[in-house]
């Protein structure tokens, strides 16, 4: 009914740069709000920032400053522009939407399948 496309993730150097985008499509009514997560080996997953509906924003105070979450509504397409990135921040990544299908009443989390991330020298 609902599935989420991640693509951007790669290997980079510290202090590059990488863009992710994650879309969603299937029987789409709205979206409530879109973010990304991220799990390293041996951690717990974790939030990396999340944009609603209204298009507040939030972001873990480690990333702070160096990455930007965007959405494209038209799309239904959440970007994360990350700067300056650090080997800490290698991970798997996570899309993640809060979706109401068409001609249903209640939300249902989605999961995109991770896309890889990997800063290293």
């Known amino acids: 009914q609902v599935q989420l496309v991640e693509s951007g993730g790669g290997l980079v150097q510290p202090g590059g740069s990488l863009r992710l985008s994650c879309a969603a499509s299937?029987?789409?009514?709205?979206?409530?709000?879109m973010g990304w997560y991220r799990q390293a080996p041996g951690k717990q997953r974790e939030l990396v920032a999340t944009?609603?509906?209204?298009?507040?924003?939030n972001y873990a105070d480690s990333v702070k400053g160096r990455f930007t979450i965007s959405r494209d509504n038209a799309k239904n397409t959440v970007y994360l522009q990350m700067n300056s990135l650090k080997p800490e921040d290698t991970a798997l990544y996570y899309c993640n939407a809060r979706i109401r299908q068409r001609l249903r009443y209640s939300e249902s989390d989605y999961w995109g399948q991770g896309t890889q991330v990997t800063v290293s020298s």
């Open positions: 299937g029987s789409i009514g709205s979206i409530n709000a």
């Open positions: 944009v609603t509906s209204s298009a507040a924003t």
